[in-house]
């Protein structure tokens, strides 16, 4: 019997992404792509166009479950989804974002949902809001071998300390803090950064002054990489659109025209029409109005 190993990956499979191509982008000055995900066919679609990253984001509780903010989202809700999106992907790194209350009370807890998101979730990576305040946890969930991804700047679970979703590091010394978080959670292991809603230049220095690849959202293009929630790329989520977003196409009005002429075909029964229909032999029918005169 050959002892030759067959690599499962196809020709339509890219190879997996991992956290060592992050690095290698970053050092080649390749950007890295990222987009969040939260269902299957979603994640599928995402890992076809090649994107190197899929992240689970708590976004989920409000471009997907309806809420005012991400702060209701639980580890079941995240874990739930996660096991969706990596259903969907197999060569994009899957990254499970951490909901609120799960890294904060203790160290302890915060490895143990890490690693819920890896052994329950098919995560390969975990993400975590805050800076030097989070060193421990991140120093800890990396120790038990999770790779982490940091998250600065506009840190939605946050919200009501930064009194709303507002951009961050706009002051010198706001900038330096922030700086130094950076700092912080590269030296804790962290393997990459998410920067939400700073300015653009001080995104930019922070990229070029830490040597784990930075991800923007709202951070201008001097980033290593660029993250978006995809329902905003796709015009799906209607209540409100940040103004750093590109939007690419405009998927809610699409829906709504898709479920207004499937409303008008019914009524006026244009559908279903033959095509869409199951038949039934002239033979059969004959047999079956014959064995059922008597019923
Ligand atoms: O939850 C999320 O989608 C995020 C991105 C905005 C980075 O954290």
Redesign the pocket.
């Known amino acids: 019997m050959s002892t030759t190993t067959i690599s499962p990956t196809t020709s339509h499979q890219r190879k997996k992404v991992t956290t060592l191509t992050f690095r290698q982008k970053k050092e080649r000055g390749e950007p890295i792509t990222m987009l969040?995900a939260y269902d299957y066919p979603t994640a599928m679609a995402i890992d076809k166009a090649g994107i190197d990253s899929i992240?689970v984001?708590?976004?989920?509780g409000m471009v997907v479950l309806g809420y005012e903010n991400?702060l209701p989202v639980t580890m079941e809700d995240m874990l739930h989804h996660a096991r969706a999106v990596s259903r969907g992907a197999k060569s994009a790194l899957l990254v499970g974002?951490m909901p609120f209350m799960s890294y904060q009370v203790s160290t302890e807890e915060a490895v143990r949902n890490a690693g819920r998101f890896l052994q329950n979730g098919g995560m390969d990576a975990v993400?975590l809001e805050g800076g030097r305040e989070r060193a421990d946890a991140v120093r800890a969930i990396v120790g038990a071998g999770i790779p982490v991804m940091g998250?600065l700047g506009l840190t939605?679970q946050s919200v009501h300390q930064l009194g709303g979703f507002r951009a961050q590091g706009k002051t010198a010394s706001a900038a330096k803090r922030l700086l130094e978080d950076a700092h912080i959670l590269k030296d804790a292991g962290a393997f990459s950064l998410?920067l939400?809603s700073v300015p653009a230049r001080l995104a930019e220095y922070i990229s070029k002054q830490i040597s784990i690849p930075t991800i923007g959202?709202g951070a201008g293009a001097g980033c290593d990489g660029q993250?978006l929630?995809t329902h905003d790329l796709l015009g799906l989520f209607e209540r409100f659109t940040p103004k750093f977003v590109k939007q690419y196409a405009n998927f809610h009005a699409e829906m709504n025209k898709a479920f207004t002429d499937y409303l008008d075909d019914v009524e006026t029964k244009r559908f279903p029409a033959v095509e869409h229909t199951v038949e039934m032999s002239d033979d059969e029918w004959d047999d079956f109005q014959r064995l059922t005169l008597n019923v």
Do not use: F, R
């Not at 984001?57 to 989920?60: E, H, I, N, P, Q």
């Open positions: 969040t992240l984001g708590d976004s989920l991400t974002d993400k998250h939605p998410v939400e959202i993250v929630v």
